[in-house]
């Protein structure tokens, strides 16, 4: 059974930057190479939005249209971790983020669909405001 922890939210001004990270709890065996992996987020009043996915078979990462150019995926194959690094951030960034995994190694068109990951982690927030 995967597990993922989620660490590196908080409070940050407009503008900022931060630094998610998604871990595999040390009883899992994780391996980049094998999964797809995904960061979400979920503001409140509203529904759960892909935000970046990451394929193991390839290396390549792909985001929304809304962080593109901002946000970056970043993988540490030592440390079987991956990153969200956020830069320019604004108000419309708050929101509770997620990693997410499915075994299928590739993120496909439909990535963005909550649906197609079996494991999650439990979110860390992330607050945008002055």
């Known amino acids: 059974q995967l597990q993922l922890v989620e660490s590196g939210g908080g409070l940050v001004q407009p503008g900022g930057s931060l630094r998610l990270s998604c871990a595999a709890s040390?009883?899992?065996?994780?391996?980049?190479?094998?999964?797809?992996i995904a960061w979400f987020r979920q503001a409140p009043g509203k529904e759960r939005e892909g935000v970046s996915c990451?394929?193991?078979?390839?290396?390549?990462?792909t985001y929304a249209d809304s962080v593109w150019g901002r946000f970056t995926f970043s993988t540490d194959n030592v440390k079987n971790t991956v990153y969200l690094i956020m830069n320019s951030l604004k108000p419309e960034d708050t929101a509770v983020y997620y990693c997410?995994?499915?075994?299928?190694?590739?993120?496909?068109?439909?990535?963005?669909?909550?649906?197609?990951?079996?494991?999650w982690g439990q979110g860390t927030q992330v607050t945008v405001s002055s």
């Open positions: 997410a995994a499915d075994p299928r190694r590739t993120c496909t068109y439909s990535w963005y669909a909550p649906e197609e990951y079996v494991y």
């Open positions: 040390e009883f899992s065996e994780f391996t980049l190479d094998y999964y797809a």
């Open positions: 990451f394929s193991g078979s390839s290396g390549r990462s």
